[in-house]
C-alpha cells in the first residue's frame, strides 16, 4: 500500500481542463509510527512549581507547544498525547518516519528560555565570619595545588603535558590550553591581557598565578602583537544590485553620488552629509561607527578605513553593501597578547553567596509574538528580531523607560548573550538580539522562539524506535486484512444476491477508489486505527446495499417490474440508509473532535467512508443496476434475488 501512488493520469486530465487546484499528489500514501516506523518519546513534565489547579492546563501547553516544534521540524502528522497518572504528568509522542532519536529529542526537549534582566541593585555582599573561614580554608587548598602544579610547568618548560589532567576550562582542554590574541576588553581573558600589561613580563611561563573571578590561571605569555583600533564614519549609498538595499537607483548612479559627495564632504560637515545622505542605520548618528577593530568588518571595508590616516576622508569606495564615503577620525594603539592557560578552581564570595548580578523581569519568552532573522547593513552578521505581543510591548517600553542609561541583560538559556545601554525609551514592541550568531544558529534560534517556550520544564523518560521492517509487517498484515475481509463481502453478496450483489462488488470498487483518492488529496496519514476506520465504513457501504436489495426484493415480489422496482427500493431504502449513516457521523465527529491523534484518524476515515458510501450506495449502485435493467436478458427476477408471485409477469 506504502508503494500506491494516485495515478498520473488524473493529474494529466486536471493540467487539460485547467483545473490545476484538483492534482493530487503522486508520493506514496502518509504512514503512521504504526505502519512505517519511527520514534516513540515518553516524557515527563516538572509540575512542582505549578499549583494543582493549573497542571492540567499546563500539560495541554507544554502538547500544543511540542506539535507545533515536532511541524516546524518537518514531522508531519506526529502523535502528540497527555496521560495523567497521580503526580506523574506525560506527554507521549509518536514520530513517523523519524529514526534519529537524538536528533527528534534535541529539537523537542532543548527549550529556549529568553529572559530579559536589569541589574540587581539589592546584593548584599556582607560575608558571615564561618562563611570567611569557610573561603580561607578552601583558597588556602587551592593555591597549594595550584603552585605545585606551576612548579611541574616551569620544570617542564610546558603546559601542554598538564593541560588535560588539570585544567577545569573545556573549551581550551583539547588544544594545550591555548586561548590566542587577547586584549584588555575581551570579555573572558581581559583581565589576565591586563595583568601582562601592567607586569611588562617577558615571553614564557608567568612565575606566578594570575586571579580571575572563580578561577586561578596559570599563564604562558607566547607573544605579543602590536594593532590600533580606528574611530570610523562613514556614507553609505546602496543601489538596486547591493543585498536588503530598498533604493531604486542604479549601481552607476550611487557611484557618481558617492563621488560628488566625497568631493564636497569634510570633517566639519561629515555628520550633516551623513543624516542627508546615508542609507544605512548609522545616518541618525551622523555615520558615527564606533570604534572598529581588525577581524569584526568586512574585509573590503576593514582595507579601505585602515588604509587611511587619522582625519583623513576617503573617495568613493564600493563594497558588496554598495559605495561609502569613509572618515577615519581617530586611532588608538590597541595590544593583543598570545596566551595559553591552565585554569585551576578558586573559591571567591560570589561562590558562597551565590549573588546573582541581574534581577528577572515579567517580560520573558512567553511574550513574543514572532521572531525573524535580519542582517546587520554594516557587518552583514545575522540578528534575530523579536516583536511582542501587546503585553509584552507594554512591558519592553516600560523597562526600557526606567533604565535610561542602565543595562538590560538579554539571556538565553541561562547565559547572557546581549546587555545594550539603553539610551532612550524604546516603544513600539520590537526589540533586537545580537550574539555573534551564524545565520544557522539565527534560523534556529527564530524557530524556535516562534514555537514558543514550554510552559513547565520537561525530561525524557523513555525513548524506542519503531523499526521500518516492524512497521512493513504491520503494513502488510493491515492490508492483508482489509483484501480478505473485501473478498468475503463480495462473495457472501454474490452469492445472497447474485447478479444485484455483484454489481454492487462494482460499486464497492468505486468506493475504495474515492476513499484512495480523498486520502492522498487530503494527505490523511494512515495508521492502524486509521484503517480500521475505513474497514467500518466498508461494512457500513454494504449495509446501505443490503437495504436497497431488500427493499427491491419487496418490491419484485409485490408485482412490480424491474425499472419500478428499483426506483421504489431506492426511494423506501434511503429514509433508513440516512437516518443509520447520521448517526454514526455524528459519532465519527465527537470522536474526532475530543479525542486525541490516535482515536482521530479512525474517527476521520471513518467519516469519510460513511459520507463516500452514501454516495455510492445511492448512484453508483442505481446507475449499475439501472444500467442492468435495459438488458433483457439481465431482467430475470432470480438475478436479483427476487420470486415472482405466482400468476405475475
Known amino acids: 500500500m506504502a508503494s500506491v501512488a494516485f495515478p498520473a493520469t488524473w493529474n494529466g486530465a486536471m493540467d487539460v481542463i485547467g483545473a490545476e487546484s484538483l492534482r493530487m499528489s503522486e508520493d506514496s500514501f502518509r504512514l503512521g509510527l504504526d505502519l512505517q516506523g519511527g520514534a516513540h518519546l515518553v516524557y515527563e513534565a516538572d509540575m512542582s512549581a505549578i499549583p494543582e489547579s493549573e497542571r492540567t492546563d499546563a500539560l495541554e501547553g507544554v502538547r500544543d507547544v511540542i506539535e507545533r516544534r515536532v511541524n516546524a521540524f518537518g514531522v508531519s502528522e506526529p502523535v502528540v498525547q497527555t496521560n495523567i497518572q497521580g503526580d506523574h504528568y506525560r506527554i507521549i509522542i509518536e514520530l513517523a518516519g523519524v529514526f534519529d532519536v537524538s536528533e527528534a529529542t534535541k529539537e523537542i526537549g532543548e527549550t529556549p528560555i529568553l529572559e530579559f534582566k536589569i541589574p540587581n541593585t539589592e546584593i548584599n555582599l556582607d560575608l558571615t565570619p564561618e562563611q570567611e573561614a569557610e573561603i580561607e580554608a578552601a583558597q588556602d587548598e587551592e593555591r597549594t595545588a595550584a603552585l605545585n602544579v606551576l612548579d611541574l610547568a616551569l620544570d617542564a618548560d610546558s603546559l601542554s603535558s598538564f593541560v588535560e589532567t588539570y585544567t577545569i576550562d573545556a573549551s581550551t582542554k583539547d588544544t594545550d590550553g591555548y586561548i590566542g590574541f587577547v586584549d584588555v576588553l575581551d570579555p573572558v581573558f581581559g583581565v589576565l591581557a591586563e595583568q601582562i600589561e601592567e607586569d611588562r613580563l617577558r615571553t614564557g611561563i608567568i612565575d606566578g598565578l594570575y586571579e580571575s573571578d572563580s578561577t586561578m590561571h596559570i599563564v604562558d605569555y607566547l607573544s605579543l602583537k ?388 452514501m454516495l455510492t450506495a445511492i448512484l453508483v449502485t442505481r446507475l449499475l443496476l439501472k444500467w442492468a435493467a435495459g438488458f433483457k436478458f439481465l431482467q430475470s427476477h432470480w438475478l436479483y434475488s427476487g420470486n415472482r408471485k405466482k400468476g405475475s409477469r
Open 226 to 613: 602590536e594593532d590600533v583600533d580606528v574611530l570610523g564614519s562613514h556614507i553609505l549609498l546602496c543601489h538596486n544590485e547591493s543585498p536588503r538595499c530598498t533604493s531604486e537607483r542604479t549601481k552607476v548612479e550611487a557611484q557618481l553620488l558617492a563621488e560628488e559627495i566625497a568631493r564636497d564632504t569634510t570633517r566639519n560637515n561629515f555628520a550633516e552629509k551623513a543624516i542627508e545622505f546615508s542609507d544605512d542605520g548609522s545616518a541618525e548618528a551622523g555615520g558615527d561607527l564606533d570604534w572598529l577593530s581588525r577581524g569584526v568588518i568586512t574585509p573590503d571595508f576593514e582595507e579601505a578605513i585602515f588604509g587611511l590616516e587619522d582625519g583623513e576622508i576617503s573617495e568613493a569606495v564600493e563594497t558588496s553593501d554598495g559605495y561609502h564615503v569613509i572618515y577615519r577620525r581617530d586611532s588608538r594603539p590597541r595590544d593583543t597578547y598570545e596566551i595559553a592557560h591552565i585554569a585551576m578552581p578558586w573559591t571567591t564570595a560570589s561562590d558562597i553567596l551565590i549573588v546573582d548580578p541581574w534581577m528577572n523581569t515579567e517580560l520573558s519568552g512567553e511574550h513574543v509574538r514572532s521572531a525573524s532573522v535580519a542582517f546587520d547593513q554594516n557587518t552583514n552578521a545575522p540578528y534575530v528580531v523579536l516583536n511582542f505581543n501587546g503585553e509584552g510591548g507594554d512591558l519592553f517600553g516600560t523597562i526600557t523607560e526606567d533604565h535610561v542609561g542602565q543595562q538590560i541583560a538579554i539571556f538565553l538559556d541561562a547565559s547572557i548573550i546581549s546587555a545594550p545601554t539603553v539610551q532612550q525609551p524604546i516603544y513600539g514592541g520590537e526589540a533586537s538580539i545580537t550574539g555573534g550568531f551564524t545565520l544557522e544558529d539565527a534560523k534556529t534560534l527564530s524557530r524556535r522562539l516562534n514555537a514558543g517556550a514550554l510552559p513547565v520544564p520537561i525530561e525524557l523518560l523513555s525513548q524506542q524506535t519503531v523499526g521500518p521492517t516492524l512497521g512493513a509487517v504491520s503494513l502488510e498484515r493491515s492490508v492483508n486484512a482489509a483484501l480478505i475481509g473485501f473478498a468475503l463481502v463480495a462473495v457472501f453478496m454474490i452469492m445472497y444476491y447474485r447478479l444485484a450483489g455483484l454489481l454492487s462488488v462494482f460499486a464497492l470498487l468505486v468506493y475504495a477508489a474515492v476513499n484512495m483518492a480523498l486520502y492522498k488529496w487530503l494527505g490523511v496519514t494512515l495508521t492502524l486505527s486509521s484503517i480500521a476506520g475505513f474497514i467500518l465504513s466498508v461494512g457500513m457501504a454494504v449495509d446501505a446495499n443490503v437495504l436497497i436489495f431488500e427493499r427491491l426484493k419487496e418490491e419484485l415480489r409485490s408485482g412490480r417490474d424491474l425499472p419500478t422496482a428499483i426506483d421504489e427500493g431506492f426511494r423506501r431504502a434511503w429514509t433508513s440508509i440516512r437516518d443509520g449513516n447520521l448517526t454514526t457521523l455524528i459519532a465519527a465527529l465527537v470522536l474526532f473532535s475530543m479525542s486525541t491523534s490516535f482515536i482521530k484518524g479512525f474517527a476521520l476515515t471513518l467519516a469519510l467512508g460513511i459520507i463516500v458510501s
